[in-house]
């Protein structure tokens, strides 16, 4: 019997995160789909369970441990874990500030869910992604964790972070694959928040999930990989 793959997702009640759920469902995986809002994230596990793969919705925060334990151990009931996407991500000021006005709670609160919270799911999914035989962790970054973009400090320092993580990871689990992905700009409810006066043109979530797709259908060695999009701006 043909088992489907399984991934979880966080974040993934809008913008990419869902942009991804509904690629990742057209080709037959079944997900675990996270965001803090319910209602917003039923209706995006709705729209994505018609391509006809089990999808469920978990609302919760990333920060929260008993949620990230949820998450997993609904994969088990799927019969296993695949693909791991840390996707959520807290900005630490919205919008965006200059270091010196930056609060150190926003820091500490991008450094939780951007940073913490996906180490800990990491923890509790290890055991399933090393079983899964294919584990894959993607890590979504931003050009921000490798530019010195003014008023971008918090955000990028956590991403940054991100990105050692996971590669300190690729070392450790050699069985895996790890992949820091920087999506480029695109234009969703998080780019609005940190910009709010950048209404410029920037792509739509879905023009960089083929990036995505590429990654697991390829299975390139684990790194840092860009999803390069037509815009020229990047964080
Ligand atoms: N947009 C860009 O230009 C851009 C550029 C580079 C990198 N990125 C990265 O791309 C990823 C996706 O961002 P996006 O632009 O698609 O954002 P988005 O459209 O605002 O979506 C963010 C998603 O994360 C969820 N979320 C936020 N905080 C959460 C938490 N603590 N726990 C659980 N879920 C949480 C949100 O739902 P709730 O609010 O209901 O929880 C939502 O589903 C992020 O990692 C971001 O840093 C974005």
Known sequence: MWIMPVAVITGASKGLGRALAGALAARGWDLLLDARGEGALREAAGAVSAHGTRVAALPGDVTDAGHRADLVAAARRFGGLD???????????????????LSLDGVRRALEVNVVAALGLVQEALPLLRASGTGAVVAVSSDAAAEAYGT???????????????????????GLRVWAVDP????????????????????????????????????????????????AGRR
């Open 83 to 101: 693909l791991l996407v840390s996707n959520a991500s807290a900005l630490g000021a919205e919008p965006l500030v200059r270091l010196e006005a």
């Open 152 to 174: 971008w400090g918090g955000y990028g320092a956590s991403k940054a972070a991100l990105d050692q993580l996971a590669a300190v990871l690729a070392v450790e689990e050699p």
């Open 184 to 231: 480029g700009d695109m234009a969703t409810d998080l780019y609005a928040a940190a910009v709010p006066d950048d209404d410029g043109p920037r792509p739509d979530p879905a023009g960089v999930v083929p990036a995505f797709l590429r990654l697991l259908d390829e299975r390139p060695a684990s790194g840092r990989y860009g999803a390069p999009s037509p815009a």
